[in-house]
């Protein structure tokens, strides 16, 4: 039996201690917004938050988010909008297939998170482990730029962290 929080909800299930956190969250609880790519933390695509910073979830056992907040994807926005992020993502028309970008985007939160003014190193550090097979760099970069030169949208990546909602989107794969 374990027990965590996922995106501000109280979760106890009874399965392997050795499985993988992405496992649990896709296969289990169904949130498929977190994808999975390599499975041997090389890529980047299952990225989600615990307790507030960018994990591998492929690469961490659920028996190590015992007690711990994971956010994914669907916790991000509140019921009145998008995350801060998320919106610029769509302003700079980010995505292109779309399968790297719930862990390009929840790297990116992290990163806000932590440093709101992060330079072009800090950026490129934080970003350098997320992959995208469509080349989206260089609009990930402007969309990062985009919300580190909104104050508004900073305030709101650091309640965000604190209180994510609960709005489900689907990005099924
Ligand atoms: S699926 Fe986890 S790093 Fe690739
Ligand atoms: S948008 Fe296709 S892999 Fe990144």
Redesign the pocket.
Known sequence: MTSFVLNNNPIRLDVDLDMPLLWVIRDILQLTGTKYGCGEGLCG?CTVLLDQKAIFSCMISIAQVEGKQVTTIEGLANRESLHPVQQAWIAEN????????SG?IMSAVSLLSETPQPDEQQINAAMSKN??????YQRIKKAIRRVVTHEVGQQRIIQNVATTGTLKQSDET
């Open positions: 695509a980010v995505s292109q297939c779309g399968y790297c970008q390009q992959l995208c097979r469509c080349g989206s």
